[in-house]
């Protein structure tokens, strides 16, 4: 295992949730959980930021509208690397979402560590 163990010190590093007409633009955020969580965010911007060994998720972007993640990089993620999602699905309203010059590696260490050895186990 060349990368080195993935272990998350704290919960979410960067939590931006619940706002609005926001830019997070030029950081380099490491060792969490979650790199970048928002949760109903809308109108805003992510860019140039770079999200690295993040035990679970690198960007997750959830129940949100009118928000781009331009030029990051995710890498050396425990599960998944970036999740956008967006609009209502009651109302089926889109969210538009956009995800735009993005460099994603290296993710899914962690899951696909575990979820082999499970496997195995079960047969």
């Not at 890498?75 to 609009?87: D, F, I, P, Q």
């Not at 089926?92 to 575990?114: D, E, I, Q």
């Amino acid at each position: 295992w060349s990368e080195g163990p993935i272990f998350g010190l704290k919960p979410n590093v960067v939590d931006i949730s619940h706002t609005y007409n926001i830019t997070l633009e030029n950081l380099n955020v490491l060792h969490g959980v979650v790199g970048i969580l928002g949760d109903n965010v809308s109108s805003s911007i992510i860019r140039d930021i770079s999200v690295e060994f993040q035990s679970e998720n690198g960007i997750m972007i959830t129940n949100s509208k009118d928000t781009s993640l331009d030029t990051c990089s995710v890498s050396y993620t425990g599960c998944g690397a970036v999740r956008a999602h967006g609009g209502d699905a009651k109302t089926l309203s889109k969210g538009n979402l956009v995800v735009n010059r993005c460099n994603v590696t290296k993710f899914a260490l962690y899951k696909r560590t575990y979820e082999a050895v499970r496997l195995l186990k079960l047969r």
